[in-house]
């Protein structure tokens, strides 16, 4: 369906348009602005092509002017699609205050500087002694609270916590019984994980020998693919499973059973995000082409909880991201484009 029948509730003077030469999967949005140029926003875009060598292109985004630019010399090659890419948090740099941080993810953790006119390799994460072979990461996470903490999550039912400092691993725990899809923190020792054994799992870093298990599919052994906690309110976190159009709302205080679920999308969900700024409202976005952005009302009603607002792309939605730096801005990405909506 062409852009110009699309049936949108935001307007079209609400969105912009990025085309990239090739497929997109992983984006991020920085939360430090650009040096030159302090209202542009920095956008990390990872190609998505099934081969040895991939892409990575940072443009930049004007919310005054709604206008994107393109940076030829912030651009480099990347092994494999990375599985996600993300800028530091907060902004602060270890090396010079002029540059940026970016994290991505695929064979291993790699760290890239991000200058006004260049990107340079930072480091490697390579946690395998022996092996010249790898599990692959299938995604990471930064924490905010400490920023020289990332922990990664990996098919070899692992999740590695790195200290990035000093460029060593804090701890690798056995983290599932299968392999785990997504890992985020939620304060600075503590971290969850989702499995393709269908288990949400907490873990502190104070005590590693324990973890608890806030959600178990309700089919065994149905993947869950992606998680989200909270940050504006610790105590939700949202999942969701293979092959499902449901978003699951989670209390941590109330274990086993969600507190809510999302169920408008009319395929897979793909990718979930909570606002930066509102503790009640997330985003979603899947194989329907819809990206749906919820308010979880204090108690749910009989009938299940409606979109608050809706928006359709050209095809399916791969990626989201809601901007913390630009808290009115969504990312979404599908096919070879990105697109900016306004909420």
């Not at 030469?21 to 949005?29: G, S």
């Not at 050209?314 to 990405?333: R, T, V």
Request: with cysteine; proline share 7%.
């Amino acid at each position: 369906m062409e852009n110009s029948t699309q049936e949108s509730h935001l307007r079209s003077d609400n969105s912009i348009s990025y085309e990239s030469p090739y497929p997109l999967y992983a984006m991020a949005l920085s939360s430090m602005p650009s040096r030159m140029n302090l209202n542009h926003q920095r956008i990390a875009l990872g190609s998505f092509i099934e081969d040895y060598p991939n892409r990575v292109d940072i443009i930049s985004f004007d919310p005054e002017t709604l206008s994107i630019k393109t940076h030829p010399t912030l651009s480099f090659d990347h092994p494999y699609p990375p599985t996600k890419l993300m800028f530091r948090p907060n902004g602060k740099s270890p090396s010079s205050s002029s540059s940026d941080l970016l994290a991505s993810s695929g064979d291993y953790l790699r760290l890239w500087e991000v200058r006004e006119t260049s990107i340079e390799p930072f480091s490697v994460f390579n946690n395998s002694k022996t092996s010249e072979f790898c599990a692959p990461l299938t995604s990471f996470d930064w924490n905010d609270v400490e920023p020289k903490r990332i922990g990664t999550s990996s098919i070899d039912t692992t999740c590695t916590i790195w200290d990035i400092e000093k460029g060593v691993v804090e701890t690798q725990l056995i983290a599932h019984d299968k392999e785990v899809y997504d890992i985020a923190w939620g304060e600075a020792k503590v971290f969850a994980s989702v499995s393709a054994d269908g288990s949400v799992r907490i873990f502190d870093l104070r005590d590693k020998e324990h973890s608890t298990i806030i959600y178990e599919s309700p089919q065994p052994d149905t993947p869950l693919l992606r998680l989200a906690w909270n940050k504006q309110d610790l105590r939700y976190m949202a999942t969701i499973l293979m092959d499902s159009n449901k978003v699951v709302i989670l209390d941590i205080r109330s274990p086993t059973m969600p507190v809510a679920e999302l169920e408008r999308h009319r395929a897979s969900v793909n990718a979930i995000a909570w606002a930066p700024l509102s503790c009640k409202h997330i985003c979603s976005a899947g194989d329907d082409t819809q990206a749906l952005i919820w308010e979880l009302p204090t108690v749910a009603g009989p009938n299940g909880i409606d979109p608050l607002s809706m928006y359709s792309a050209g095809s399916e939605i791969n990626q989201l991201q809601w901007s913390a730096a630009q808290p009115d801005w969504i990312a979404i990405a599908f096919s070879n484009k990105m697109q900016l909506l306004k909420v």
